[in-house]
């Protein structure tokens, strides 16, 4: 089946960055485009950053220029680059990828932002 693992999550200052990993099993991994979602305490969960199977990438208005999606289809793992990290973008941040019309979710990794 169908398994997503993040890892990498911490608490940092403002300023400072985060790596974030998502294990990818269970899919022919180098097809399936995935994506980094966030949801923060009150907020609904929302879209961060996409990656293509093809490398292609699309990136939240609230975070061009300081975060970088990336994939290494030999590990299957997708990454997050996380710089300039803010207070705001304290979160959970959730890797996602769909299979059939079916999405999938990893558990999770907390961020901290706070100084």
């Known amino acids: 089946q169908v398994q997503l693992v993040e890892s990498g999550g911490g608490l940092v200052q403002p300023g400072e960055s985060l790596r974030l990993s998502c294990a990818a099993s269970?899919?022919?991994?180098?097809?399936?485009?995935l994506g980094w979602y966030r949801q923060a305490p009150g907020n609904q969960r929302e879209l961060v950053a996409t990656?293509?199977?093809?490398?292609?990438?699309t990136y939240a208005d609230s975070v061009k220029g300081r975060f970088t999606i990336s994939r290494d289809n030999a590990k299957n793992t997708v990454y997050l680059q996380m710089n300039s990290l803010k207070p705001e973008d304290t979160a959970v941040y959730y890797c996602?990828?769909?299979?059939?019309?079916?999405?999938?979710w990893g558990q999770g990794t907390q961020v901290t932002v706070s100084s």
């Open positions: 996602n990828t769909y299979v059939r019309l079916k999405a999938y």
């Open positions: 990656i293509t199977g093809s490398g292609s990438t």
């Open positions: 269970g899919i022919p991994f180098s097809i399936y485009g």
